[in-house]
């Protein structure tokens, strides 16, 4: 059964340090997010791109953030200059056609912690 | 604002019981509400969905029912096993039409054999 992939499960790094976070999503898939999820708390969106760019972004989505599709498989998240507040575990969903209602699935996450 | 939340943190169910998950949702706006599944350390894992046009839908052991009189949705799992237990998520799309989740606090569901 096809499944979302990210890498790396977990990435700890340095305040201030700029971290990439890799997600293959689902092949046939054209909508792409990313959520993130403090320890014990619920699940966050941040952001969701369609046709090469982001359709909606969150407040936590600042100019600190950005997403790319660099090419036909993965889907990407980078963080410029981590802050402590950005440890979480951030995952990756995709669903396939153009109607809201079809199922995101979800990525296993990469553990963040910043130092 | 946005917020869909469920009544307890925590469920400790029986083997074999059922239990029952609740959630209540605020946007009466939304038309899409899903159940999630997370076991520790993992993502989370769809198991069933409703639309707004319906009130009830039956997987394989879990129902759920919507309210929109009420705002309410509720989980129920059938016979419940060790496997099951989680924390279990519901939540709703945002009627922006991006397709963006809007998840509750969830429920902790602990299985005692």
């Known amino acids: 059964e096809p499944e979302v992939t990210q890498t790396p499960s977990h990435q700890v790094t340095q305040m201030g340090q700029e971290v990439i976070l890799r997600c293959v999503p689902i092949?046939?898939?054209?909508?792409f997010y990313w959520y993130r999820q403090i320890l014990g708390q619920k699940v966050e969106f941040l952001v969701s791109?369609?046709?090469?760019?982001?359709?909606?972004k969150s407040e936590i989505f600042d100019d600190q953030f950005s997403v790319e599709r660099p090419d036909g498989s993965n889907f990407t998240l980078k963080i410029r200059s981590t802050k402590l507040e950005d440890s979480a575990m951030y995952f990756c969903?995709?669903?396939?056609?153009?109607?809201?209602?079809?199922?995101?699935?979800f990525g296993p996450g990469t553990r963040l912690t910043v130092l | 604002g946005e917020s869909v939340g469920l009544h307890l943190p925590t469920l400790s169910v029986q083997e074999g019981d059922n239990s029952i998950i609740n959630c209540a949702y605020s946007n009466s706006a939304s038309d899409y509400f899903i159940w999630y599944k997370q076991e520790s350390g993992k993502g989370p894992q769809f198991i069933i969905d409703?639309?707004?046009?319906?009130d009830k839908r039956q997987g394989q052991r879990v129902t759920v029912l919507l309210n929109k009189t009420v705002k309410h949705l509720s989980l129920q799992i059938a016979a419940t096993q060790p496997g099951d237990s989680a924390v279990y998520f519901c939540?709703?799309?945002?009627?922006?039409?991006?397709?963006?989740?809007?998840f509750g606090q969830g429920t902790t569901l602990q299985v005692k054999p």
């Open positions: 092949s046939n898939h054209l909508y």
């Open positions: 409703i639309r707004s046009n319906m």
């Open positions: 969903a995709s669903r396939d056609r153009g109607a809201s209602t079809d199922t995101q699935y």
């Open positions: 939540a709703e799309n945002s009627p922006s039409n991006t397709g963006k989740l809007i």
């Open positions: 791109f369609y046709n090469n760019e982001i359709s909606e």
